[in-house]
């Protein structure tokens, strides 16, 4: 990397030119929202106006600035106009809350109630309940185009029934183990069986199978088996044994790693056939091993479930990330599908090493993550972004992106931790969220609401007003 040595200064003070940029970009109507993207100026650039339907969102809208506020406020008190901000964003989704249909975690009700419950602990209840409201014996039927011509329930994290269990148990409350509940046995009758276990698919109608974490067998396995600790559900838990055992079966252990195609059948998607990210390889795949081992298993398949996490943290060292060594291979710096992701992934498992020398290497692997950023940052007077690629389209550089999963929101927060946490060492506070906080050094008691908070000393941010 060109940044040997970067400082944690090096990292928060990019972190911070990165909001300011995205705070720049943020508009009023009827409560803030922002822009998916922001071309550079020029004569006939115009920013990305996000979908109506995702301008609430943790993926792509105002939910997603949520976390960020959260980690800045680890570190400084927020400013101003951050406190407005926070106040528009619980004041927006508080509102939209009693008529949002939408219900899953990255683009609609349950992203709501974690933004809420960080910068306004206990206004999260509304969304939580309409949750409830929505729930099915299937699930909860999407609004989203994952299944065109379909409202069908959906199985996966991103917009299906794991990331609303997954949120259910983080958040608690009086509606959470009726959530947690229904969705874990609506996931239980949605498996399909295989030789080797369990599997899902993400949608009824998919031919082919994205079986890592964000889409697939390992997260809904991760949710089944946090769900089963908190619930005491027996049956939960042995699903998510089954699933990971699939998940093993199709995956490979060679060169003491742990990898899991992108896509099966390799052949039905124009993509690197094996990726390393938080959505579709090992960083993300990681977790539902780390979910394995608070649920109380050992195991899988002759495999010890803290080896096999570690198996995956190694496919990330050695693979050749961040570097961009052909055209597809590492065009993302996001944290959905690229470089923040992996190595917020890797400062977690960091923190929740029992082994000295091995927190050491994934630190080091962390700054690797955060010189990259550093490297690639475009900075001016307005801030600092970034431009990722996409080789099938011409010309291939993307113009910045603003928000949590695939913008500069994302990244900055990840700057700032990573910043903080070498300053402040191995017992940095961590802001954990639905889908990654028993990943991280914290509570193991088996109780709804154990995830957040628990670890940080702090219930959120405190009310905004």
Same mark, same amino acid.
């Not at 096999?308 to 060292?317: A, D, E, F, N, Y």
């Not at 928000?403 to 903080?420: E, S, T």
């Given at each position: 990397m060109a940044t040997p040595d970067a400082t944690p200064d090096t990292y928060r003070e990019l972190g911070e030119a990165a909001w300011s940029w995205v705070l720049r970009q943020i508009r009023e109507d009827d409560g803030p929202w922002l822009p998916e993207s922001v071309p550079d100026p020029g004569p006939d650039s115009e920013p990305a106006a996000t979908a109506p339907e995702a301008r609430d969102s943790l993926y792509s809208g105002i939910a997603g600035l949520a976390p960020v506020l959260a980690e800045i406020r680890q570190y400084r008190e927020l !400013?101003?106009?951050e406190e407005r901000l926070a106040a528009g964003i619980v004041t927006r989704l508080s509102a939209v809350a009693a008529r %949002?249909?939408? #219900? !899953?975690?990255? &683009?609609?009700? @349950?992203?709501?109630?974690?933004a809420l419950r960080l910068l306004a602990p206990g =206004?999260?209840?509304l969304a939580l309940r309409r949750l409830a409201e929505l729930a099915t014996p299937d699930g909860w039927k999407t609004t989203t185009d994952f299944?065109? /011509?379909?409202? @069908?329930?959906?199985?996966?994290?991103?917009?299906?029934?794991? +990331?609303?269990?997954?949120?259910?148990?983080? *958040?608690? +409350?009086?509606?959470? /183990? *009726?959530?947690?509940? %229904?969705?874990?046995?609506?996931?239980?009758?949605?498996?399909?069986?295989? &030789?080797?276990?369990? &599997?899902?698919?993400?949608? #009824?109608?998919?031919?082919?199978?994205?079986?890592?974490?964000?889409?697939?067998?390992?997260?809904?396995?991760?949710a089944l088996a946090v769900a089963g600790a908190a619930l005491d559900r027996q049956?939960?838990?042995?699903a998510a044994v089954a699933g990971a055992r699939h998940v093993l079966s199709v995956g490979s252990l060679a060169d003491g790693g742990f990898i899991v195609p992108h896509t099966i059948p390799e052949s039905s998607r124009e993509v690197e056939p094996v990726t390393y990210t938080w959505c579709h390889g090992p960083a993300g795949t990681s977790h539902l091993f780390a979910a394995l081992s608070l649920a109380g298993v050992t195991e899988v398949a002759g495999h010890d479930v803290g080896e096999?996490?570690?198996?995956?943290? %190694? =496919?990330?060292?050695t693979s050749g990330v961040p570097r961009r060594l052909r055209p597809g291979f590492w065009d993302n710096d996001g944290r959905c599908c690229g470089t923040a992701g992996v190595g917020d992934v890797l400062l977690d498992a960091a923190q929740d090493s029992a082994d000295p020398a091995r927190a050491e290497t994934l630190v080091r692997a962390a700054r690797v993550m955060g010189d990259a950023l550093v490297e690639r940052a475009v900075r001016d007077d307005a801030g600092a972004r970034w431009r990722f690629t996409e080789h099938r389209v011409d010309p291939p550089l993307l113009p910045p992106g603003t928000?949590?999963?695939?913008?500069?929101? +994302?990244?900055?927060?990840?700057?700032?931790?990573?910043?903080?946490f070498l300053d402040t060492g191995p017992q940095a506070p961590v802001v954990d969220r639905p889908d990654q906080w028993w990943a991280a050094p914290g509570c193991r008691t088996p109780v709804m609401g154990w995830g957040h908070g628990q670890h940080t000393g702090t219930r959120g941010m405190g009310a905004v007003s």
């Open positions: !400013s101003a106009s %949002t249909t939408e #219900p !899953s975690l990255y &683009d609609g009700l @349950a992203g709501h109630a974690m =206004s999260e209840a299944e065109p /011509g379909s409202d @069908a329930p959906l199985n996966d994290i991103i917009v299906g029934a794991a +990331g609303i269990v997954m949120t259910a148990v983080w *958040a608690g +409350g009086e509606h959470a /183990g *009726a959530i947690a509940t %229904t969705g874990g046995e609506a996931l239980l009758r949605a498996a399909d069986r295989t &030789d080797a276990g369990l &599997d899902w698919e993400m949608t #009824p109608s998919s031919t082919s199978r994205l079986p890592n974490y964000s889409h697939g067998t390992a997260g809904v396995a991760a049956d939960f838990v042995d096999l996490r570690q198996r995956c943290l %190694t =496919s990330i060292l928000p949590w999963m695939q913008g500069a929101a +994302g990244i900055a927060a990840y700057l700032l931790r990573l910043g903080r």
